[in-house]
């Protein structure tokens, strides 16, 4: 008899209390796409490539992202330019494979591969997630570059 007034005065209003507090807290909804997300400041969006002052790649192809992801999703094939310079010929990464942990921007002793805060990346066929160098190579800066 004790436990069943004990569940009916304490544990039901201890239980009541907490839904209240989340009623009457505000509100978290954003209004996207008008509002957009704040972010994380260690949040990993899509990958992108950087270039020199030159306007370059970056890149050598040395293989060090290529090995230390631990999903495989990074697949590259190295070339030369008449100057003996080592870049990449093939650069490709299979977004839906990758788990954006971040160790390829880690390994990169150039600093040429960033993963950026763009989160607004869908598409309707799975060939359209295998990013290749042209694609990665776009406008995306890292932030506070220069440019």
Same mark, same amino acid.
């Given at each position: 008899m004790f436990d069943i007034l004990k569940t009916i005065f304490w544990a039901i209003?201890?239980? =009541?209390?907490?839904?209240?507090k989340y009623l009457l807290s505000r509100s978290v909804t954003v209004r996207y796409p008008e509002q957009k997300l704040k972010l994380s400041p260690r949040y990993r969006g899509l990958h992108? =490539?950087?270039r020199n002052e030159d306007g370059s790649e970056k890149c050598v192809c040395c293989g060090l992202c290529a090995a230390v992801c631990p999903s495989g999703c990074i697949y590259m094939e190295p070339a030369e330019n008449e100057f003996g310079e080592r870049y990449a010929r093939v650069y490709e990464i299979n977004e839906l494979r990758c788990i954006f942990c971040g160790y390829c921007q880690e390994a990169c002793p150039k600093e040429a591969i960033f993963l950026g805060k763009e989160y607004e990346f869908s598409a309707d066929r799975r060939e359209k997630f295998i990013y290749r160098?042209?694609?990665l190579l776009v406008a995306y800066r890292k932030e506070g570059s220069k440019g």
């Open positions: 209003p201890r239980g =009541l209390s907490v839904t209240f992108y =490539l950087e160098k042209e694609d």
